[in-house]
């Protein structure tokens, strides 16, 4: 949901209950990922389709094909057979080189991986992560075969 603060700033709540804040003028985001990427994140393309600015206008200069086509105007020239440059001296080339040695670390490996940026952990049934079985309750006043009897 996107909601407008003023003329360049909007307020974007994701549906995870998240919120951030687009400055369109200073060209940010919250998130960081604008600020770091140089072309408008998620949050930052939902908020200029609201006021119908072309998204495409809101990624940095640098990012534009002009630039891309300036990086390139020279020519190219082609690169020389690798095998050509120059002969590997025999002491080098027939070298046996190990791997490093690593040493596994203390503890029980993780078994979760890092949540991405924005990323939310999704809370699971604990009961049916366990093949599927549901722990059944006993209902109050019936005493089990482990229950001592009164
Ligand atoms: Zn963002």
């Given at each position: 949901m996107v909601v407008k603060?003023?003329?360049h700033n909007y307020e974007v709540?994701?549906?995870?209950?998240m919120s951030f804040h687009v400055d369109l003028q200073m060209r940010t985001c919250t998130c960081e990922e604008w600020t770091l990427m140089k072309?408008?994140?998620s949050h930052a393309v939902g908020a200029p389709i609201r006021v119908d600015l072309p998204v495409h206008t809101?990624?940095?200069?640098?990012?534009?094909?002009?630039?891309?086509?300036?990086?390139?105007?020279?020519s190219i020239i082609p690169v020389p057979d690798l095998s050509n440059l120059y002969s590997v001296?025999?002491?080098?080339?027939?070298m046996q080189i190990?791997?490093?040695?690593t040493q596994r670390p203390p503890g029980r490996p993780k078994r979760s991986r890092y949540l991405s940026s924005g990323e939310v952990k999704e809370l699971r049934d604990r009961r049916r992560s366990r093949g599927g079985n549901v722990r059944a309750t006993m209902a109050p006043g019936i005493t089990g075969?482990?229950?001592a009897k009164t």
């Open positions: 603060v003023n003329e709540k994701t549906p995870m209950g072309i408008p994140c809101r990624c940095d200069p640098a990012s534009s094909t002009f630039y891309w086509k300036l990086a390139y105007h020279d001296p025999d002491d080098i080339a027939t190990p791997p490093p040695k075969h482990h229950m």
